[in-house]
């Protein structure tokens, strides 16, 4: 038994933010007409506030099925590794044995940032400055998706840790802000790419007609938003049955009763056009992202078809 192993480097080489954007128009595309295959995403709480996750999917119910088994821990910053590592297993649609092994780390950032920005694209196309918040790989890839989407916007960068913002805001042309107050006041887009289990913005900081995206709030002890600022905000989320269980914001403001599940729409839906937003210059409009298997369903998809065509990556013999 035959199976490709691509590594990071071999995921970087195909997969550009031009790909994973296609990709992921077609995965919320094929979710919200209901022809993707969407079981309930896995969550394993560990230790020091780290959780293990297992999401997966299949985009066509013949299609290939696609499992990405990985860990969030935070506690990984003191020891000067990234807080996200998983690997993506794909499987032979009719077989059913192992076709690919996929690092995950780099299909995550690239796939999560292009879902970030294609929900941007339909709810704030001529958003004139955009912060993002954090200095992970998330950070980077959100800024590298957004010059794909938003060419003209001014991108700016928060950090706590401003020498990390300093380096990323000089390899990405982007602007390093040192208040976040003001910088989140003046941005039209505002995008957190945290893994904080608490508020990193204050609700009164974010004005009218702005966007804000979280990314880091996957999990309902994860809440880097304020969870009031959804009660007077349009509320937009990756997935609905996902978000409903486990965006720590939307399941906060649904328990308080300032959101009710009927006001909240997602992605797919929007794409397909089954619903529209109807949206003044003065709304505030929330998107959360928990993430779905169907994301890296299509990403892998994608990658695999390329790999294959270029004998990218390793064969490996499994048996």
């Known amino acids: 038994m035959t199976v490709r192993i691509l590594s990071a480097t071999d995921v970087r080489s195909i997969f550009t933010p031009r790909l994973a954007l296609e990709s992921q128009r077609e995965a919320f595309t094929r979710l919200g007409a209901g022809e993707a295959v969407q079981p309930p995403r896995l969550l394993v709480p560990g230790p020091d ?18 499992s990405k088994f990985g860990s969030v821990n935070p506690a990984n910053a003191a020891r000067d590794l990234g807080a996200v590592h998983s690997v993506i297993t794909v499987l032979d649609p009719e077989t059913g044995a192992p ?16 879902a970030t920005t294609l929900a941007m694209q339909q709810v704030a196309p001529g958003a004139g400055s ?112 996902s978000a409903m269980t486990d965006s720590g914001p939307v399941v906060d403001a649904i328990a308080s009763g300032s959101v009710t599940p009927d006001r909240v729409t997602d992605l797919g839906a929007l794409l397909t056009g089954a619903v529209s937003l109807d949206r003044a210059p003065t709304d505030v409009l929330v998107y959360l992202s928990v993430g779905v298997g169907v994301q890296d369903a299509a990403a892998a998809e994608m990658i695999l078809a390329v790999a294959e065509a270029r004998d990218a990556g390793t064969q490996a013999q499994l048996a």
């Open 130 to 241: 955009i912060l993002v918040v954090g200095t992970g790989a998330q950070a980077r890839a959100h800024l590298d998706a957004f010059a794909v989407t938003h060419p003209d916007a001014e991108l700016q960068i928060y950090g706590r840790n401003r020498a990390a913002a300093a380096e990323i805001a000089g390899s990405h042309g982007a602007t390093a802000k040192h208040d976040l107050e003001p910088a989140v006041r003046g941005a039209d887009i505002v995008v957190l790419c945290t893994s904080s289990l608490t508020p990193v913005i204050e609700d009164a900081w974010v004005t009218d007609g702005t966007t804000v995206a979280s990314v880091g709030s996957f999990a309902p002890d994860r809440v880097e938003l304020p969870p009031s600022l959804l009660g007077r905000s349009t509320v937009l989320v990756d997935y609905h049955p």
């Open 99 to 114: 076709r690919a092994i996929i690092n995950g780390d780099s299909v995550t950032g690239l796939r999560t940032s292009a």
């Open 49 to 66: 506030a780290s959780v293990s996750f297992c999401y997966s999917s299949r985009i066509a119910p013949d299609a290939a099925a696609v």
